[in-house]
């Protein structure tokens, strides 16, 4: 019991401890808040760089395998829109190595420049490149060179979604990306609409 109570007394009489506010700074201190704010920001660094060796030691991408426009860096990177003529897109054709190779659909230019196996002269899609060939993406008529056109006259409702179609696919590549516009001569309304070829798409009812 004595000593209880000695305790007690050597307890009251040493140095007292220091405070909360003394040791640890108040949360809503600026410095406090700077403190936490800075190791926040070390733990969301360190998972961010876990994630990303993670993601490329199993899938060998940064993005766990998933590609779009979005981790296509050449949509990262400010640009100025280009505003081409017809004869002007057409030197983008991959005939001359020292420029990129561009496409156009129903106006919108791409930049297809990174699968010159696909869109340089000798690649299984290189005659769409350096052109506006609308109808041939609708109609599927790519070795008739009447179709290798943007005269999208006469097109079914199909035919034109199969157009959107590419332009989304071009749009949302992970390699590929939009450059700007190719600007049209109007068509001249009396000129023959390009005939189907035997291969094509066959209109609905047909
Ligand atoms: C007999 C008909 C066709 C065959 C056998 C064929 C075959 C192929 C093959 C094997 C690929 C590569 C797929 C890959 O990336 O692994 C491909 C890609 C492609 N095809 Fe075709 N295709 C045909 C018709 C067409 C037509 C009619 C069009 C356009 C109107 C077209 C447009 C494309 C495009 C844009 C690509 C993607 C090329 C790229 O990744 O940049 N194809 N095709």
Request: glycine share 8%.
């Amino acid at each position: 019991m004595s000593s209880l109570r000695q305790r007690s007394t050597i307890k009251a009489s040493g140095p007292s401890p220091k405070s909360f506010s003394e040791t640890t700074p108040p949360s809503t201190s600026p410095s406090g808040w700077c403190h936490r704010l800075k190791q926040f920001g070390s733990l969301v660094g360190i998972g961010l760089l876990l994630n990303l060796m993670a993601s490329f030691i199993i899938t060998e991408s940064f993005t766990w395998g998933y590609q779009n426009r979005y981790t296509n860096w050449h949509n990262w990177v400010p640009r100025t829109k280009l505003v081409l003529s017809d004869q002007e897109l057409a030197q983008y054709d991959g005939s001359d190595p020292s420029l990129p190779i561009y496409l156009a659909i129903n106006g919108r230019v791409y930049d297809v420049s990174a699968s010159p196996h696909y869109y340089g002269p000798y690649g299984a899609y290189g005659v769409f490149s350096g052109k506006d060939a609308a109808r041939a993406w609708g109609t599927n008529c790519l070795q008739t060179p009447s179709h290798l056109t943007y005269d999208v006259r006469d097109l079914s409702e199909d035919q034109l979604a199969a157009i959107k179609g590419w332009q989304d696919f071009y749009d949302n590549h992970h390699t590929y990306y939009y450059v700007g516009e190719v600007v049209h001569e109007p068509i001249d309304p009396n000129t023959p609409i390009p005939e189907d070829c035997r291969n094509g798409v066959p209109k609905p009812g047909n």
